[in-house]
DNA sequence: AAGTGGTCTAGACCACCCG
DNA sequence: GGGTGGTCTAGACCACTTT
């Protein structure tokens, strides 16, 4: 493991033991440097890593300012797992899996994963239920060429967890849109829907290291249960 | 100007510009290094804000790869004020000054920008007409103790734009939640409301670069318009 | 084996904040 | 003036990819 991702984890886990309280500053970078006996850039790599992940405010000439922490935030940016937010959200939380099969894929599937002619695709629905409520359902689509099988059990675990750990796929990045859709009948059908007439609709295409798509999501959220969060930073221009 | 930025920003014009072509390798980190008479640190930062920011991906062993570029996108991550989207968007777009006044907040402000109980705030509501129609409903609440001053010439240019340039303020961060509501009478009021029967609300707090929060925002969007797009990597754990 | 990006070091100077 | 974070350097070793 890298120095510098260990001190993060170390500072990630004392911050969230409140071991500093909030709004409170976190030794300097020149303190932790003989703390961790390591060099300062080193130090500063983890620190930033910290105030990226919206841990920390770093103020020049002052010092890191641990930042006040919300809870129950659906993040959209980075890429997480609905097994690994609903761990760390502690939700109640169960998976169904509706539908599991190889299909031909559409031109737009096509398109997006840059699939050869006779390529064919894994198609996944799960539906997820939150406090005994469908509230969720996830569409993927993943590339037989990278993923030669998956099986029910899979899906109703982690297709995440299968692919980094089993498979060791090198997950690299994501572009992800969110927009409001009418709910189709499919959604209606698997969901339970009360009287709702939008759906917000996460879509994503998920990326190797080498730059390869490999996998179409579209999950699919019923409007009153959810808020996305983002924490941006002003960028330099 | 920072060495590492006039790089980044060099470099994202030549991108732009078609300098090399997408699924092209940049020269590499030693390379560069010796182009821009500096060090590998330096390079490194440059390309580190570049990968962050989604116009290359880099590659152990191989390179730096430039990414094919999307249209159209509506950052999620970033701080921008509506007048730099519709202007980088190249969108024909109008905005009116529906409200301008100074108020006293109520609890859930008050706690929102942490202010004392005599303190008022600017109260900013402006409908943006694309194309058009009224499709976004802009609220701002902005603390009179940062912002001693605000005309409705300056909220139908940009606030932003007044906020960094004229005062010279240091924005810094943003916590934003996108949350799907009812709409209220107002929004049927002030914007083109055809029947939807919902809306889009992204709820954001602006802070400055000393961790103060100064600002609090709704911006209210009519379903059918809205589309936001995030670019995201897998963090290490 | 050679070239690439990833990590780490030790030191330097700067701009900023505060007592 | 002393401490803080921000930038920059020159050099080193490593893991990985390609030839």
């Not at 919206?54 to 890429?79: C, H, M, N, T, Y």
């Not at 097994?83 to 599937?109: F, G, Q, R, W, Y």
């Not at 509230?135 to 590339?143: E, H, M, P």
Request: charged content about 30%; overall charge negative; some cysteine.
């Amino acid at each position: 493991m890298q120095k510098y991702l260990t001190i993060y984890h170390d500072l990630v886990h004392k911050i969230q033991k409140k071991y500093w309280q909030e709004d409170e500053l976190l030794p300097s970078e020149n303190e932790l440097t003989k703390r961790y006996n390591t060099s300062r850039e080193t130090v500063r790599k983890a620190l930033n890593l910290l105030a990226q992940d919206g841990f920390i405010q770093k103020i020049r000439g002052k010092g890191s300012v641990v930042i006040k922490a919300e809870k129950l935030d659906f993040p959209v940016s980075g890429i997480r797992s609905f097994k690994e937010l609903a761990t760390s959200m502690k939700l109640n939380a169960e998976t169904s899996v509706e539908d599991l099969s190889l299909i031909d894929p559409d031109s737009h599937l096509q398109s997006k994963l840059q699939l050869s002619l006779d390529d064919k695709v894994w198609k996944v629905s799960r539906a997820r239920k939150i406090a005994n409520e469908k509230v969720i359902l996830d569409k993927d689509f993943l590339s037989e060429n990278i993923v030669p099988k998956l099986t029910e059990a899979i899906c109703k675990d982690s297709i995440y967890d299968y692919l980094e750990n089993e498979l060791g796929l090198p997950i690299s990045f994501a572009h992800k849109e969110i927009i409001v859709e009418e709910p189709t009948d499919e959604d209606r059908g698997l969901l339970d829907f009360e009287g709702f007439s939008n759906i917000v609709v996460i879509k994503s295409v998920v990326y190797l290291s080498d730059a390869t798509p490999f996998q179409y999501t579209e999950s699919r959220h019923r409007p009153d249960k959810f808020r996305f969060v983002d924490f941006a930073r002003r960028m330099p221009n």
